[in-house]
């Protein structure tokens, strides 16, 4: 019997829907997330996959400007006191409401957290006086210090659920337990699955380090829904293999072909790409404390490092634009500061970081190292574009001016704990400001610690200017955005010119990808499967 005309079509309008619900986008991943927990480590490609099954309060689009995410609203008062707003209506993936409990319990976890590595996400909730909740859809925090910064610091900072332990009434109250009465989460119950429970558009299906992560669609997402069933995430280190994945087929989208490769996808119109400035930079972090440090060895017994005389001759030893040309292919820019000019808190004008052989040679022999020292640069090898292949080149930089250096490269597994355990000498960074303004680095990397470790967590080279302590202490409570602007680039000039922090480039985010689908490039290099759509025909 022969079907009426419209149920044929009601048929097909059916199966062209299974068809695209059914649809897979494969990415290929330069850089492999280290952990499903959001908390685990402040890294780019772990917090790119945290924001595809958890949500924060507050949401980055591709130029870092902010949007309503849980927080629907958000006011200061002029001074301590934030309150926010929540969304209402929304669920997690177990089915359980999300309330103002859910974010106090998550900012007590972040200070309850014995996993994570190094002290991510506490450097923002250490500033925390109090937390209160007038009601399950409000949130009201009162800062110690004045935190100008609030919303775009919790833009990064993801949501769990409370229901994920065993607990009581849930309070801002560190000193008994935030009304936690089990075990605190740890990193495993997050990668194995059970405690990866989130609002965002996804779900973990299964995370296998070195082979995938697989994600779902989340039925009961509040947003819009995301037009992929699935999303298979797959670590491809090398650029070679990831740009002869998408040519076979294998991949959809891969991220940071290298930029030399391009020319073979450019006129194939089965492909195009993305080019983003980024306000990554990457630099080189040295031991400036320690008298004695594991990978220096001097005639004289001493740590070179810490003399300012040897550290701008290394800054003078290396040649930057020669690095952007020959190894990054014109896909990022020369640093001269901590964060790209032009954006908040930037000098206007820095001078240029000169490539100047003769006088590094010149400042060595007034530090007293005519014949130099020995030093190693201990790199990642699987984190930044290029990232071994830079250290190397500055190795041989160094190494022309009578610094023989060599390169201890590895994973970046095995990487940042070490760092974190201030193993390193002269260790490689890259920091992506999360902010957009200058106080991101400067408040994370220079500052001499505070007890509470809200700034300065990342210290490990034992840098210390109390000239610079007190500038950025008062820069990062100070509301008025001109005035604050005008002392982190104070800030910001003695950090350049100690040169405890070498700057090397600006990375640029490059995605490639078949042709049929429509890729926004990222300011912050998120790989986000959000950030894939089909084109529109």
Known sequence: MRKPLFLAAFAAACLAGTAVSAQTLRIALSSEPTAVDPHYHDLSPNNALAQHIFDSLVRQDEQQKLHPNLATSWQNDGKNRWTFKLRDGVKFTNGKPFTAEDVVFTFCRTLKNETKVSDSFADITGNFASVEMPDAQTLVINTKEPEPLLPNLLSGLSILSASIVEHGPISYDIAKNCGVTGAWPTVTGFNDGTLAIGTGPYKLKSYVRGSAIELERNPSYWGKAEPWATVRLLPVTNAGPRLAGLLAGDY???????????????????????????????????????????????????????????????????????????????????????????????RPNPPKLAYDPAQAKKLLAEAGYAKGFQLTLSTTNDRYINDSQITQAVAQYLTQVGIKTEVDAMTRAIYFPRRAKKEFSVAIGGWGSGTGEAASFLRQWPPTPNEAKTIGGSNYGGYKNDQFDKLIREAISTLDDNKRSQLLQEAGKIVVEDYAFIPLHFESGIWAFKSELDVKGRADQYMLAMSVKPKAK
Do not use: C, W
């Open 252 to 346: 959809d989208v891969i991220e940071n072909p290298a930029a030399r490769d391009l020319g073979r996808i450019k006129g194939d119109k089965r492909f195009g790409h993305v080019i983003t400035p980024s306000t990554r930079v990457v630099y080189f972090q040295l031991d400036v404390a320690r008298d004695q440090s594991p990978f220096v060895k001097s005639e004289d017994g001493k740590n070179p490092l810490k003399d300012l005389r040897v550290r701008k001759a290394m800054s003078l030893a290396i040649d930057r634009d020669a690095i952007v040309k020959r190894i990054m292919d014109g896909a990022a820019e020369p640093a001269y500061q901590y964060l790209p000019t032009g954006m908040s808190g930037t």
